[in-house]
């Protein structure tokens, strides 16, 4: 079986770690010159490894085999939120890269084909997993017609100053691989909570949003009597507590929901509130669920509408993600590599955060593997993993490529 090089692979880490650290966290969001500085980077070490590397038109960073042969590809994202984790997508790009080496320093391996990624914008400066989204063809011009970010830089610019204006884009040809596998850090406390070192990830979990106003009548708080008011803030106020209420009636074991966000206006305290709006999200691993969800709502919002007063209209927040299983083969071979290197201390799981495997499996077989976070925390500075476990995790993964390469061109 090969064997990873565990120095080589922390020193990677750390030194991509490097670009754009800010404390013990990293500051590289999509296109920005860190997130492309880091890019340029992947791509002499994807060189350096023997691949065909290039960085794409949407700034996917990927790394050709010249080998023959059925591929796997393997891979995650090196963009970051604003203020992110330093493990956070680097996970999964720097042990892809890892297992192309490891792959090719091993007699019994070094003709399997083994492609390297790192995915584009995963963490939505514009639009989330733009870049596994292209590769796929998921991605259509109307999808990014006037997107912008948060700070109302639009995605044509940010192309253009990362000069990939007119850079052609890639697209996976499914015909090449025998699958897609991305590991990545936890992002939660299970692993940790049942003293686990590896998470085989069984689905990763469907979302639906919902956008709720609320339109009422604007009005003095002290002259209008409580009888007479038409205050949408109220109205957002009953609907969330019946949410909360009924919600659990139907959930299933691991369904979350969150209502994130809110706005009154004109919230301001002696004033009854006009208008207000909310967003709730849902998330599970099952469709069954986040049918029940929608139907709740809807009877609900029927419910306050008919009573008149405040009118209440809900529609969809985004484009719903339908909850996507793992190939059940490569979820095998996973396994068994979890097995061989921590007998007992691996578990099967759902993810509850959306990863680039969730596009990838549209397209070819995908599988994820997952390491336990130090105290579940991501998506801050704080986020880490033990480099016992960064180093485990990752000749998990060499293992499993090995396993499912052999079995793909045996045949
Ligand atoms: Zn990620």
Not at 22 to 28: L, S
Not at 169 to 179: K, M, S, V
Not at 214 to 230: D, S, V
Request: with cysteine.
């Amino acid at each position: 079986m090969p064997q990873i090089n565990a120095d080589r692979l922390l020193s990677d880490l750390r030194t991509l770690r490097s670009i754009g650290a800010q404390g013990t966290g990293v500051v590289r969001p999509a296109f920005s010159p860190k997130d492309m500085e880091a890019r340029r980077w992947l791509k002499q070490r994807y060189e350096e490894a023997g691949l065909e590397a290039s960085i794409d038109g949407v700034g996917n960073v990927y790394g050709r085999s010249r080998r023959r042969g059925k591929a796997l590809l393997s891979g995650s994202h090196s963009d970051t939120q604003p203020t992110g984790g330093w493990l956070d997508g680097a996970l999964g790009v720097v042990y892809a890269l890892e297992v192309v080496r490891a792959l090719a320093e091993d007699e019994a391996t070094k003709a399997f084909p083994v492609d390297a990624v790192s995915f584009q914008d995963e963490e939505s400066r514009f639009l989330g997993c733009l870049g596994s989204r292209s590769l796929t063809g998921a991605l259509t011009a109307d999808m990014e017609q006037g997107v912008t970010d948060s700070g109302g830089v639009t995605l044509e610019a940010a192309l253009r100053d990362a000069g990939l204006a007119g850079v052609p884009r890639l697209r996976l040809d499914p015909a090449r691989y025998c699958g897609f596998v991305e590991a990545h850090i936890e992002q939660g406390p299970t692993l940790e909570d049942t003293a686990h070192k590896i998470g085989v990830v069984s689905g990763i979990v469907g979302l639906r949003g919902i956008r709720f106003e609320f339109r009422g009548q604007q009005n003095h708080a002290g002259t209008t009597m409580m009888k007479t008011r038409r205050d949408a803030s109220a109205a957002l106020y009953e609907l969330a507590h019946r949410i909360n209420q009924e919600f659990p009636k139907v959930a299933a074991e691991r369904t979350v929901w969150t209502m994130g966000r809110v706005r009154v206006e004109p919230n301001a305290t002696s004033i009854v509130p006009g208008y207000a709006d909310m967003d709730l999200q849902f998330r599970d691993q099952s469709e069954a669920p986040l049918k029940a969800f929608e139907a709740v709502v809807e009877r609900l919002v029927a419910e306050m509408n008919a009573r008149g007063g405040v009118k209440i209209t809900a529609t969809p927040s985004r484009a719903p993600i339908a909850p996507t299983q793992m190939d059940p083969g490569l979820r095998a071979h996973l396994e068994a590599a979890a097995e061989r290197h921590a007998p007992g201390k691996w578990q099967r799981m759902p993810s509850g955060a959306f990863h680039d495997a969730g596009i990838i499996s549209a397209s070819i077989p995908s599988a994820m593997l997952f390491i336990p976070s130090i105290g579940g925390i991501s998506h801050d500075f704080a986020e880490d993993s033990r480099d016992g476990d960064i180093v485990l995790g990752c000749q998990v993964l060499a293992d499993a490529a090995a396993a499912i390469l052999a079995e793909a061109n045996a045949r």
